[in-house]
């Protein structure tokens, strides 16, 4: 069993920075693509960013050039830096997380709410 933690979230005014975490444990043998997903109140989920193993990554357009993806693989975390957040960025963030355990796995966290509103 695998499990994925999410921090990071919470009100921030137009213009701000999070960071939001994603931590996995558990029965791990390793770990391919990490990503973040959004899903606002009335809205579809959605891709935000993703990074694979080799490093390689890609974002939605509206988030390219202020948001970061990153990943510290010693600590099976993934990251995202969000800089001049707007209040369309209003949304609960998800991370996914494909993991190999016998065979590959798709994981979901339990989702930060990100609120962007002066």
């Known amino acids: 069993q695998v499990q994925l933690v999410e921090s990071g979230g919470g009100l921030v005014q137009p213009g701000g920075s999070l960071r939001l975490s994603c931590a996995a444990s558990?029965?791990?043998?390793?770990?391919?693509?990490m990503g973040w997903y959004r899903q606002a109140p009335g809205k579809q989920r959605e891709l935000v960013a993703t990074?694979?193993?080799?490093?390689?990554?890609n974002y939605a357009d509206s988030v390219k050039d202020r948001f970061t993806i990153s990943r510290d693989n010693a600590k099976n975390t993934v990251y995202l830096q969000m800089n001049s957040l707007e209040p369309e960025d209003t949304a609960v963030y998800y991370c996914?997380?494909?993991?190999?355990?016998?065979?590959?796995?798709?994981?979901w966290g339990q989702g930060t709410q990100v609120t962007v509103s002066s």
């Open positions: 996914k997380v494909g993991v190999y355990s016998t065979r590959w796995w798709t994981y």
């Open positions: 558990g029965s791990i043998a390793g770990i391919n693509s």
């Open positions: 990074i694979h193993s080799g490093g390689s990554r």
